[in-house]
């Protein structure tokens, strides 16, 4: 199993541009997150899918918008990309089944540099 | 809501050394806590868990953390420090029921001195 997997590893984007973060589960997990982590604050939950087809806001939804059209596969856009969005972006997966205990699995983490 | 503070954003020990990262939470109902460690460039790695069944809990690589309920604290302990232990430890509340997000303290990065 690969677990939890992100593409790409590293990006930089020029300010307005737009992009798309992928993040793929082999685990067959309901639960998907993305976060972002900057320095100082640990990470903080951007936008989390409960399911296939579903998907809500967390902390800091501003700029990013998500799409779960698959159970495996969690998508974070950036449509007008602003220096602010300058971070690691970590996509996170969990069963679901056992009511906020089950473990979180991250993976490896997006570096995006806005210009 | 909950929220965690960790307390000392930097730790330097001695190889050998004990190892004690502090965190406390706020939370309006009995909490599931989590500590994960990051290496450098790479994800996070759950270390342990509480889920109510023992204060003391036992992780990977010989960590442990005990829940204290009228501390409101799950300080996490090695006896013993080692170099490769040098990273980033994230204190994390759940919660629950509902999305079942985590939410994070601001992180302690341990240094291991030779």
């Known amino acids: 199993n690969a677990g939890v997997t992100q593409t790409p590893k590293f990006r930089v984007l020029k300010t307005g541009q737009s992009m798309t973060l992928l993040c793929a589960q082999d685990?067959?997990?309901?639960?998907m997150y993305w976060y972002r982590q900057d320095p100082g604050m640990g990470l903080r939950l951007i936008h989390y899918?409960?399911?296939?087809?579903?998907?809500a806001k967390g902390e800091v939804p501003d700029g990013y918008n998500v799409s779960r059209l698959k159970k495996q596969n969690f998508l974070l856009g950036l449509e007008s990309a602003a220096p602010s969005q300058t971070s690691v972006y970590f996509c996170?997966?969990?069963?679901?089944?056992?009511?906020?205990?089950?473990?979180?699995?991250f993976g490896p983490g997006t570096r995006l540099l806005v210009l | 809501a909950q929220s965690v503070t960790q307390l000392g954003s930097h730790v330097s020990v001695s190889e050998g050394a004990l190892v004690l990262l502090r965190c406390n939470y706020s939370?309006?109902?009995?909490?599931?806590l989590f500590w994960y460690v990051q290496y450098p460039n790479q994800g996070l790695q759950l270390l342990l868990k509480?889920?109510?069944?023992?204060?003391l809990v036992k992780g990977i690589n010989g960590f442990e953390a005990e829940f204290k309920k009228s501390e409101t604290s799950f300080h996490l302990t090695k006896p013993s420090a080692h170099m490769s232990d040098a990273a980033e430890y994230f204190c994390?509340?759940?919660?629950?029921?509902?999305?079942?997000?985590?939410?994070f303290g601001s992180g302690t990065r341990l240094q291991v001195q030779p």
């Open positions: 685990m067959n997990h309901e639960y």
């Open positions: 899918s409960v399911g296939e087809g579903t998907t």
């Open positions: 994390a509340v759940s919660d629950r029921p509902g999305r079942r997000a985590l939410t």
């Open positions: 939370s309006s109902v009995p909490p599931y």
């Open positions: 996170a997966s969990s069963s679901g089944t056992s009511g906020g205990q089950e473990t979180q699995y």
């Open positions: 509480y889920t109510s069944a023992a204060t």
